[in-house]
């Protein structure tokens, strides 16, 4: 027991003796002691107490390292597989919660700035008040150091406030920032993935239009084959019969039925002292008009190479194919109707079409028109007519006929009867039996020239009647060689 007095005797006097060194290098301002011996207490500042922002700070950080991450679970072949779905959905979202990562991250940071700040400030408050302590006894001098010490804390308080709010409105500015580029990446996602779908619907497009027009293409193909193959099967069938007539034959006509006017042409000639060129062009219309409406044939000779025009007049239909840059040529029985052609530089010559065309022109040419001639010959004439023409045509080859149209009852009062010359209107019925007799086939009728144009009056009739009984005062029939 003595030994143990001795000991805290001796401790005792160390602490006195570190006391009063301090005193010694510190003094109280005033010389103020402790306040048991009735001196006034050294200046003290409360300085803020840091440790629950540390806490906060560090749970951030725990839980910003535990984004992504996957909870354990024991063994098993179920828990391995629940495992292995969570892992690939967090690794999936990654890209998704970036950006979330960097904020919180960058909140982390401002934090920790925050927090060495106020370090810094109890740091400078803790210096503050050892040199208050050490200036106190300069400072009794001063009657009222109250008043600079609630200056003091109004100033303290006052950059308290101020950091605080630069503190918030640099969290609102990284919230403001994050949310435009989420905002900016929303609008990207959607713009891309639009893009993308108009791309799909536009190739899916492309793809249906290139599928038609090679459907098309193939049914053109079978259509023409089995159009032949029709043709070939009613061939055998008629050769088979022995009393049937052959393809392309026709019955003579009896000279009773002959025009006076025509005993043994087999196209007509114009009236004695009948100009008919000058007919022509008065009644048909000047070549600007004709060439006009032949321009509707453009699209069906484009792709042939030799092309023969039966009647070919003043040569409108030579001309066009002339600015096709198309080999044609055309014949006529009116010398007069060569020569004009003639000069103009066209390949056309006087001939009969049912002497020209035989045996020396059997697959010659890629395309034969005739405008307005089927109507001028010898109804028993026209199925020989079309078996020439069809004989004289390549495969594929295009046969394009224009003639009055007999469906239109304005053509019989203004200008069927109006040429002498005409024998008498063909049906198109009738015109695409003889071709599909003769071996053509893809027969199409077109009505040209609406008579409502020419006769204004005729608009006030019924829309069907109109369109039935008063359509176009011309037709073409067009169709090709199987």
Known sequence: MADESAKIAELSA???AVRERVRARYPEPNGLGDPGNGAQPAIRVPIADLMPVVHARDAAQAKIAAIGSVNPRSGGLINSAIQ?????VARGLRWFVRDQIAFNRETVAAIEAMIEALN???RALVSLAGHLNEQVEDARALKDLRSHWAELRGDWDRKVAANEVQFLRSVADLQGAFQHRSTLMESNFREIVKAQHADYLGALDRTTIDIQKRLWVDFQKVRAEYGQMIHDELRIIRLRQPTATPPGATAKPAKAQRSPL??????????PGFDYTRFAFRFRGPEEHVRKTEEFYKPYFASCRNVLDIGCGRGEFLDLMREMDIVARGIDLSGESI???????LNAETADLFTYLGPDTIDEFGGIFASQLVEHLDPAKLPQMIGLCAASLRRGGVLAIETPNPGCLAIFSTYFYLDPTHTRPVPHQLLEFYMEE??????EVHELSPAVESMPEIADLPEQFRK???????????????
């Open 14 to 16: 160390i602490v006195q």
């Open 84 to 88: 292995f779905v969570k892992k690939t």
């Open 120 to 122: 810094d400030h109890n």
């Open 262 to 271: 025509q005993p043994s042409e087999t196209q007509p000639s114009p009236l």
């Open 339 to 345: 020569a004009q052609c003639r000069d103009k530089g």
């Open 438 to 443: 003769a071996g053509l086939g893809q027969i």
């Open 468 to 482: 039935r009984f008063f359509g176009g005062l011309d037709y073409a029939i067009i169709g090709r060689k199987l």
